[in-house]
């Protein structure tokens, strides 16, 4: 099963994206395991955020829940405050009232720094079962290393955030824009250091994974059979 969150950048962004009151999904028929693709209409509670979708089996129209979860790209932001958190509302209790609305999240923070042992434990305490991180490999692997001789930091890291491994959505390899297609047997054999059940996606930036070509093409087969997701940051508009 692939994971599907949509991460947008703020409380009002979210509001405003909810009120559209229904997104149109395509799903690709290489996910689904099926002869053609399908067409999911997600519908939202604005007062639960709870999501559900038209789905059509055997010829009739039916109400299932997918999993398509809600999150923004970070939990803390001192702008949010009056509006989101509340007055009163202490920065590291922002992490628990972010889950009491919210599905998901992006954790920048992994990116920068591996975090403490209690600042993973207060992170497990402030969240549910059935919330999800959506946490970033830090730079030192994808940005200094390029995914090579990182074996030991990886396994630091992993074990490090091992408390909150039930609730992760999946782990992101963010690589930089400087990380070409060429450079695609060293992320495969990187790749390979994770346990099975670990669910994975990776994010690229250069401008030869988007072109089309049998570079980008070689790329995505490979996340398919793999099951690895693909992050899709469209980086044409930042570089270009």
């Not at 559209?20 to 290489?30: F, G, P």
């Not at 600042?119 to 549910?128: E, Y």
């Not at 070409?180 to 250091?193: R, V, Y």
Request: charged fraction near 20%.
């Amino acid at each position: 099963m692939f994971y599907l969150a949509l991460l947008l950048f703020s409380p009002s962004s979210a509001q405003r994206f909810i009120k559209t009151e229904k997104i149109v999904l395509i799903i690709s028929r290489k996910y689904l395991n099926r002869q053609k693709s399908r067409t999911v209409v997600f519908r939202f509670n604005l007062k639960t955020f709870v999501m559900t979708s038209d789905v059509m089996i055997n010829g009739v129209m039916t109400m299932e829940t997918l999993p398509l979860r809600l999150g923004l790209t970070m939990w803390s932001h001192s702008e949010w405050q009056s509006q989101f958190y509340g007055k009163g509302t202490k920065p590291a209790e922002r992490l628990e009232k972010y889950t009491q609305v919210f599905h998901t999240v992006e954790g920048n923070t992994t990116f920068y720094a591996t975090p403490s042992a209690s600042t993973v434990n207060n992170w497990k305490a402030a969240s549910h079962d059935d919330f999800r991180f959506t946490f970033k490999l830090p730079k030192f692997i994808t940005h200094q290393q390029h995914l090579k001789h990182c074996q030991a930091e990886l396994k630091e890291f992993l074990l490090t955030m091992s408390p909150l491994h039930r609730r992760i959505g999946q782990w992101t390899i963010q690589l930089p824009h400087s990380f070409e297609p060429s450079m695609l047997p060293a992320l495969q054999k990187f790749c390979t250091l994770f346990p099975k059940d670990m669910q994975l996606g990776v994010e690229v930036r250069h401008l030869g994974f988007f072109d089309k070509g049998d570079a980008e093409k070689r790329f995505n087969h490979w996340l398919i059979e793999e099951g690895i997701n693909r992050i899709i940051m469209d980086s044409r508009p930042v570089f270009s």
